[in-house]
């Protein structure tokens, strides 16, 4: 009989470990976006009359526009859904929100420059940096996401 014992440690160096790892977290990157979409979809949605502060919708064309508002966002959340199902299309979920927070991020500055919105008003200031910190983060992902799919084909 036999009573040797197995040496348990692995033998991938520490690299490797963060190349098969980076998959679960830039799906984990995608999630609080994912989320907050969710929610600020399904407050267009279900309450079209609360879902602007300090607008007031007067009209029925105008509950139905803004309901509109809350299907594009239903609408992002299933593609990033999708994207974040398949290891080969992560790159892709992280273009979306790459592109949907900068661009995003890029029109409260030209409303900041424009309309005298300042970060010190209403929840400005908190808003923007973490638009900042998502966008930082996804461009990341999309950088490790587009090397991990170099070099895997």
Known sequence: MNSSTMNATSTLNPAHKFWSFAPWLSRFIMLPPILIFTLVGSRFLHSPGHAIPGVTLNTPQAFTDTRVIGAWFVTLVLMLITFLSSQDRLWLGHLY???????????????????GTTLAMGN???????????????????VVQARLLRSSR
Request: negative net charge; aromatic residues 10%.
């Open 97 to 115: 929100l790459v592109l949907f927070i900068g661009l995003t991020l890029a029109v409260r500055l030209f409303g900041f420059m424009n309309d």
């Open 124 to 142: 400005e200031k908190m808003i923007t940096i973490i638009e900042t910190v998502f966008l930082m983060l996804n461009t990341l992902g999309l």
